[in-house]
């Protein structure tokens, strides 16, 4: 099993500031099968990034992803008071893992 | 659009079988593939399993000798048995269109508590 971890576990910052969270898997991972969700409390995970740096139709281009092989980043350029959520990475190249997740909180 | 909606009991007495339903509205269930994932209170993500229409079936390793995936294309449904469960098994219960690749269309989720 890949399991991936992210880090930090809770990121403070403040809204405008850039968000950089990361994600390291147990074993090499092709950039196409490593994606990033946002959860809201009482929400299901949406879809944020796909295939390391894509961006469904719809997500803002404010949302960024990056990396190869074992270690990946996720990017908000620029944070919006909506953008304060938990954020997990998750591996689909074998079988399905999901990171434990990152918290994005305000300072 | 394509929604997803998730339902069955609430509450399932230990060692007893787990069912839930998942029903898509606004498309095909013969045009995705379709996967369960489970959230326990306050905790992380866990793939429970992907199935085609089809009969393409794929399970995690760890929950494979008590699940069971099946879809009934009449009714446009997905469905989850997960038997022997307990107290681990309580979890938001989420149906998600995806299997190969991103889960990129999730239900609301359903809450199943395991207690007597």
């Known amino acids: 099993e890949i399991v991936l971890t992210q880090s930090p576990g809770t990121l403070s910052l403040s809204p405008g500031e850039r968000a950089t969270l990361s994600c390291r898997a147990s074993q090499s991972v092709s950039s196409t099968y490593l994606a990033w969700y946002q959860q809201k409390p009482g929400q299901a995970p949406r879809l944020l990034i796909y295939g390391a740096s894509s961006r469904p139709t719809g997500i803002p281009d404010r949302f960024s992803g990056s990396g190869s092989g074992t270690d990946f980043n996720f990017t908000i350029s620029r944070l919006e008071p909506e953008d304060f959520a938990v954020y997990f990475c998750h591996q689909y190249v074998t079988s399905h893992t999901f990171g434990q997740g990152t918290k994005v909180e305000i300072k | 659009q394509v929604q997803l909606r998730e339902s069955g009991p609430g509450l399932v007495k230990p060692s007893e079988t787990l069912s839930l339903i998942c029903t898509v509205s606004?498309?095909?269930?013969?045009?995705?593939?379709w996967s369960w994932i489970r959230q326990p209170p306050g905790k992380g993500l866990e793939w429970i399993g992907y199935?085609?229409?089809?009969?393409?079936?794929n399970y995690n390793p760890s929950l494979k000798s008590r699940v069971t995936i099946s879809v009934d294309t009449s009714k446009e449904q997905l469905s989850l048995k997960l038997s022997s469960v307990t107290a681990a098994d309580t979890a938001v219960y989420y149906c998600?269109?995806?299997?190969?690749?991103?889960?990129?269309?999730w239900g609301q989720g359903t809450m199943v508590t395991v207690s007597s």
């Open positions: 199935i085609f229409y089809s009969g393409s079936i």
């Open positions: 606004g498309g095909s269930i013969r045009s995705h593939y």
């Open positions: 998600a269109s995806g299997g190969l690749d991103a889960f990129d269309l």
